[in-house]
């Protein structure tokens, strides 16, 4: 019990400290973010009048004449209640709520989906190549999955989408989530194009993402063979299978499913790009537009908002070692 | 401490049983790590000499010319871009900025995490406690829409803020790993023994311990800089870094806004990302080459076959 008490401990410490950065990295940074709100209202063509301007940084939770302690007590207190302010990028004036309500589904979909995939997918093969040491699949596995890791992820999108989008026929649409003359709707022409517009951007996750759990739990699954209660179970006769998943897989999973939540950032950051390449409108490509438009509010809501996607990954990897492991529930 | 357990890919043990003296024998002895060290070395001669590959270019790489958006020809190799400028003449050149920010920031990050991982073992109680905090809530902070934040606010990066950024972000993976095993190694004898002897600490963990640790150091290394080599492109390929740079990823940027592939270009569109792919690639085959060296139990099994089996 005390194991899962610490665990959340952490999570509402990290927690914490992804908002402090939030809060204190525009505020140290040169340059005000007063300055750049008005740089960019100027640049609309509109005259901001100071009243505006001061609605809208209030908006942002940024009063230069208050007390920096008292600014942070309330943002924090706007954060968590998730009083997120109005974006003041593209979509002026519009609740970053609303925003990412409509941008998290695809994200959720594309990403969710793909990256279970993967790791789902890595950790099979991996067990399999681990076990047939120096079989016909180990001999070729390494090799090709330590290249395929290192891919950086927008490239894979690109020749993706130069190999199947773009050229004469092209076979699967290379940006947008639907086809745009399709109202949204529960029929089977709408999911059809849904599908079809996710499966390059899936593709391009699944291809880089992959390899790299392939290669831990192939390594994990060499080093657990070697225990001795694998050659117990051997000894005993017990079916090839049963001590592949039973009792080798299911040690050699656990590292692996710790290193799950750890590169979940790394996932996310690789969404972001290819998001991006495939003008995919879901949470990567509003930070990238966010980023752009110097956004601050909604730039501020989605770095927590992502911040707390990997913890609470982080979380329910903790609770599943803490079923499947019975080390981790007696150490506390 | 928390319990989140770090790859088992970097066994704590290892560094125990590093082959000593028979370095050079063992990176010439796996497939890996030749291919690896071959494609760094082509990367490290393409960084030096750039001119030596471009022997006609008198000037600036980046000189604008007369055909813009042309394919690849005789005379432009990979085409040219929408100013006209020959793409590898650019790719080449940019071979040179894209390295240092890999070894620059790769290096960068692993001083950190030595500096932090070993000093969190060693100094233990709370300075342990705290310095592991850190480490983990590092990890688990989402590195690249930080960086993009903190890129933002910071104006368009130059090569010092893109490095800076990601050694501050790249750190904390290494950092663990480090304190792992320098915790394993307090107990050895050797560093009793130097205890007993009366040796300062500073000096049991550069002239004992850090030498131990030496195989984990250049596999972190390695990890390191495969990082900053994708992170940093990609940054550059969002247009958050330096446009008028000549790196791979700047040359990404100004093709995807150039619209390379949709005009029929994709020599342009995707000759640097093959470049930052393969230094990628280099950097990894070493690195999973080094897991191979330092743990003998990964080994691709040929002869010990019987062995594994026994």
């Known amino acids: 019990m005390r194991y899962l008490i610490r665990r959340l401990g952490f999570f509402a410490l990290t927690l914490w400290a992804a908002m402090t950065l939030n809060f204190f990295i525009p505020r140290m940074m040169p340059g005000s973010p007063e300055q750049a709100l008005r740089d960019r209202f100027s640049k609309g063509g509109s005259v901001v009048t100071p009243e505006q301007l001061r609605t809208v940084l209030a908006e942002f939770g940024f009063d230069p004449g208050k007390n920096l302690m008292l600014q942070y007590v309330e943002y924090l207190k706007s954060m968590v209640t998730a009083h997120w302010g109005v974006s003041i990028g593209s979509s002026l004036g519009v609740p970053v709520t609303q925003l990412i309500g409509d941008a998290l589904p695809w994200t959720l979909g594309l990403v969710g989906i793909s990256t279970v995939l993967a790791f789902a997918l890595g950790t099979l093969i991996g067990t399999i190549a681990g076990w047939r040491r120096g079989g016909l699949i180990d001999g070729i596995v390494p090799p090709v999955f330590i290249v395929t890791s290192a891919l950086p992820y927008f490239w894979v999108a690109l020749l993706l989408i130069s190999l199947f989008a773009i050229g004469n026929n092209p076979v699967l649409p290379n940006d947008f989530n639907y086809d745009q003359g399709l109202s949204p709707g529960f029929n089977g022409e709408f999911i059809g194009s849904v599908i079809k517009h996710g499966i390059l951007p899936a593709a391009t996750i699944l291809i880089t993402a992959v390899g790299g759990w392939i290669l831990t739990m192939r390594n994990n699954m060499v080093t657990t063979l070697a225990e001795d209660y694998v050659r117990m179970a051997r000894a005993k006769g017990i079916p090839n299978r049963k001590i592949m998943f039973g009792y080798a897989g299911r040690n050699a999973f656990l590292p692996n499913l710790s290193g799950f939540a750890m590169s979940l950032g790394f996932v996310i950051s690789g969404t972001i790009l290819v998001e991006y390449v495939f003008n995919y409108p879901g949470l990567g490509y509003m930070f990238y537009n966010a980023t752009v438009s110097t956004d601050y509010p909604l730039l501020q809501a989605l770095f927590l908002l992502v911040t707390l996607a990997v913890l609470i990954c982080v979380l329910l990897c903790d609770f599943a070692v803490f079923l499947l492991d019975p080390r981790a529930r007696t150490k506390g | ?310």
């Open chain 2, 1 to 310: 401490m928390s319990a989140v357990v770090a790859g088992a890919s970097a066994p704590v043990s290892s560094a125990a049983r590093r082959p000593r003296g028979g370095l050079l024998r063992a990176i010439l002895g796996n497939r890996k790590a030749v291919a690896g060290a071959s494609l760094l070395l082509l990367f490290i001669l393409l960084a030096a000499f750039p001119h030596l590959f471009v022997p006609w270019l008198h000037g600036d790489p980046r000189a604008i010319g007369d055909v813009p958006l042309e394919g690849p020809s005789g005379k432009h190799w990979l085409g040219t871009t929408g100013l006209g400028q020959d793409v590898y003449a650019e790719l080449i050149y940019s071979t040179r900025e894209s390295l240092l920010i890999a070894v620059g920031a790769g290096a960068g990050a692993t001083i950190l995490s030595v500096l932090i991982g070993v000093s969190a073992a060693y100094l233990g109680g709370l300075a342990d406690d705290g310095l592991s905090m850190l480490t983990d809530i590092f990890l688990v902070l989402p590195t690249f829409p930080l960086i993009i934040v903190l890129a933002t606010y910071a104006g368009k990066g130059n090569l010092t803020v893109i490095i800076i950024v990601l050694i501050l972000t790249g750190w904390s993976y290494g950092a663990r790993q480090m304190r792992a095993q320098a915790m394993s190694l307090r107990n050895r004898d050797f560093l009793e023994s130097a205890r007993v002897r009366g040796e300062r600490r500073s000096y049991i963990i550069v002239v004992e311990v850090l030498p131990t640790m030496l195989s984990l150091i250049v596999a972190n290394f390695l990890g390191a800089a495969l990082y900053s080599v994708l992170t940093a492109a990609g940054l550059q390929f969002l247009g958050l870094g330096d446009p008028n740079s000549l790196s791979w990823g700047t040359m990404l940027y100004w093709a995807q806004n150039q619209g390379a592939l949709v005009n029929g270009l994709p020599a342009w569109a995707l000759s640097p990302g093959l470049a930052v792919a393969l230094l990628g690639v280099s950097f990894a085959l070493l690195n999973y080459a080094f897991d191979e060296i330092s743990n003998p139990a990964l080994r691709p099994v040929r002869r010990r076959r019987a062995k594994a089996n026994s």
